[in-house]
């Protein structure tokens, strides 16, 4: 049935083929500096408030001039100078709290914050103050991931496909919880063994440019979900078949101390993707290695860096970077403070020579005022166009 869905897509839509990269062999060169990429970088300190320390960046979403950041328990926001604002923080099992924040989504000319926690969703408005509880709406349902829809209301709803169980790969909703569109989890399974494996990337979800596209963990096409919910091929990853396997899902051997690197190193598994205008970026991991592709769109081109490695910053001397996330165009990263103050402290930086001495010399500046139990920093990484 997917096959004959991409050979109809191709055949309705030969002036706009479906790109494929061949991940193991792109054609393409290797990177190695951020310079190659990117005509910009910051590093934006998150503020230190008691209210507000955190021991990792979840998830980061970007609008109405702000950061949001996901620490599971709560919901950070910051300005964009890295001032703390305000947060969501209502754990517990009263009325209006959640267990855990799954997932979250914001639609910032609505100022409007959708939250996800076992089953439920949450709806809050925003003001300038702080977010409050509009209404509840339990799913029925687990979910992983939420999102809205790009400019509308409605919203998608994601399911893990690594347990076999789910129904659902993913259903549309509206506000009040009436169903939209339902697509069929293709990947069902038994379990039969007493392992159970799950991922992060069961889903992987982009929005951008009035535009959701998703791929799921069992195969190797991304698909753009149209106007009308349809789910259109946009690009293929092809994995050469070494992706996971429902029967391997289905029949997880006991881990044992033997294997280093773990039943998982046979398969190829991609972890991360990343869109923006011009770049369409992924992780993956293969026999124990890792590395990132990343695809310039408007030149049809392709290259390599080494997830390990990473790129090194030659325009202003700071770490070396590895994408996290992408918000109206702009890559993120981050760095824990004391990662970076030892990084600032030491002969590499002192005689790094660098694209843009500017940038370095705010560096050295950065250095003097941070502590190394300070908050994580945000590094925002400009493309080349």
């Not at 004959?4 to 190695?32: F, H, M, N, Y």
């Not at 799913?139 to 809205?148: G, R, S």
């Not at 993913?170 to 339902?182: E, Q």
């Not at 090194?312 to 760095?335: H, L, M, Q, R």
Request: charged letters at 25%; aromatic letters at 12%.
């Amino acid at each position: 049935m997917i096959a004959a869905l991409l050979l109809c897509t191709c055949k309705s839509r030969q002036d706009s083929p479906v790109t494929t990269i061949d991940v193991l062999s792109p054609a393409g060169t290797e990177i190695k500096n951020l310079s190659e990429i990117a005509a910009n970088i910051r590093y934006i300190p998150l503020e230190t408030h008691p209210d507000a320390f955190m021991k990792g960046v979840g998830s980061l979403k970007e609008g109405n001039d702000k950061f949001y950041i996901n620490t599971v328990l709560e919901l950070l926001c910051f300005d964009k100078t890295g001032k703390f604002l305000y947060k969501l923080e209502q754990q517990g099992r009263g009325p209006g709290q959640y267990t855990y924040l799954s997932d979250y989504d914001i639609r910032p000319e609505k100022s409007r914050v959708i939250v996800l926690t076992r089953g439920k969703l949450n709806f809050y408005n925003e003001s300038d103050t702080g977010f409050y509880l509009q209404k509840k709406l339990d799913l029925q349902k687990q979910p992983n991931c939420v999102d809205f829809f790009p400019d509308q209301d409605n919203i998608l709803l994601s399911f893990s496909a690594s347990t076999g169980e789910n129904k659902y790969q993913c259903v549309g909703i509206d506000p009040d919880g009436d169903t939209l569109f339902i697509r069929p989890n293709f990947y069902k399974f038994t379990r039969n063994s007493r392992v159970v494996m799950s991922f992060s990337s069961d889903n992987i979800i982009n929005s951008y440019d009035g535009t959701i596209s998703i791929k799921g963990f069992l195969n190797d096409t991304i698909y753009n979900i149209d106007s009308e919910y349809k789910f259109v091929p946009s690009m293929i990853l092809n994995t050469g078949g070494k992706t996971i396997t429902t029967d391997f899902l289905a029949n997880v051997p006991d881990p044992t101390r033997e294997s280093e690197a773990g039943p998982m190193a046979a398969f190829l598994a991609i972890s991360e993707i990343l869109e923006n205008e011009k770049y369409l970026m992924f992780r993956y991991l293969y026999q124990g290695s890792a590395r990132w592709i990343m695809f310039d769109k408007k030149k049809n081109e392709t290259f390599f860096f080494d997830a390990k490695e990473l790129l090194k910053d030659d325009i202003s001397g700071g770490i070396n970077i590895e994408p996290k996330f992408i918000c109206n165009g702009v890559i993120y990263a981050w760095t824990d403070a004391m990662k970076l103050k030892n990084h600032l402290s030491g002969d590499d930086f002192r005689r790094a020579e660098v694209l843009n001495p500017a940038r370095k010399a705010e560096l050295e500046k950065l250095a003097d005022t941070l502590e190394e139990d300070d908050n994580h920093l945000l590094i925002a990484i400009t493309p080349r166009k």
